[in-house]
C-alpha cells in the first residue's frame, strides 16, 4: 500500500486545481448517477448512493450537482448506457494493474487505455492475469485533522475494521471486509468521526519496489489513466522507496 499511500498524497494535492477539480467532479456525478440508477435515490436504503454523495461532499461538491445527479439516475434514461468493468493489465517495472471503469462505449475505451498502456511500456492483459494479486477491502478516509490516531484505532476496532493505515500524510484509512464496508462507516458516524471516500479497494499482497526510471514513468502513466473520463480507480501493486519519491516530487 505504501506506493498507493503516496501516489494518492500527490493526487489530492493536484486535484486543488479548477481543471482537476472538474474532471473530479464529473467522475462522481457519474457515480452518483450510476448509483442511484441501480438502488433508488433515497441515500439511507442506498449504501453505494450514500458513499458517491460523501465522497462528493468531501470534494466541496455544491448540493445542486450532487441532486441533479441523482434526478438523473432516477429518471431511467440519463446513466441506463454505461457499463462497468475492469482491466487488467501491465506497466513499466512489471508492476501489475487493475483499472475500473464506467463507459457508454466500450470498444472507445478499450482502445484508449489499450493506447494509453503501450505509449507507457505498459500492456493490457486479459482477464484474470493479475488480479490473483489483489484482495478486494473496504476503505474509508477520516482526515487526520479531525480524530486522533489512538482514539480512531480504538473506535475502528469497535466497529470491526480489521486495520487503520496511518501511512498517509493528510488522512487515516480505516480498512475493512467487503461486506462490513458501510456498516463501519455508520459506526464512525455515529460516533462523530466525519469521514469520506467510502468504497472498495483493491490492496496487492506483494508490492514491486521501482527505480527512479521506473517509478518516473508509473507516475506519469497513472496520471494519463487517471485523466481518462472513463477511468474511476487504478490499483497497482507498486512501492517508491522514499528517496526515489523525493527526488521525483522535487524535479516536478
Known sequence: MSGHSKWSQIKRKKEKT??????VFGKLI??????????GGDPDGNPRLR???????????????????IKKGTGGSEGSGYEEFTYEGYAPGGVALMVDVLTDNRNRTTSDVRHILS??????GESGCVSFLFTERGSIQVDRKVSDEEALLEIAAEAGAIDVNTEGEDVYEVLTEPGQLHQVARYLE????????????QVPTTTVVLN???????????????????????WANFDIPDEVMASLTSAA
Open 18 to 23: 479548477d481543471q482537476a477539480r472538474g474532471r
Open 30 to 39: 457519474r457515480e452518483i448517477t450510476i448509483a442511484a440508477r441501480a438502488g
Open 51 to 69: 458513499a458517491a454523495i460523501q465522497t462528493a461532499k468531501a470534494n466541496a461538491m455544491p448540493a445542486a450537482n450532487i441532486e441533479r445527479a
Open 119 to 124: 505509449r507507457a511500456g505498459g500492456n493490457l
Open 190 to 201: 455515529q460516533r462523530s468521526i466525519p469521514h469520506h471516500d467510502v468504497r472498495q479497494i
Open 212 to 234: 527512479r526510471e521506473s517509478a518516473s514513468k508509473l507516475l506519469k502513466l497513472l496520471d494519463l489513466l487517471d485523466e481518462h473520463d472513463d477511468v474511476q480507480s487504478v
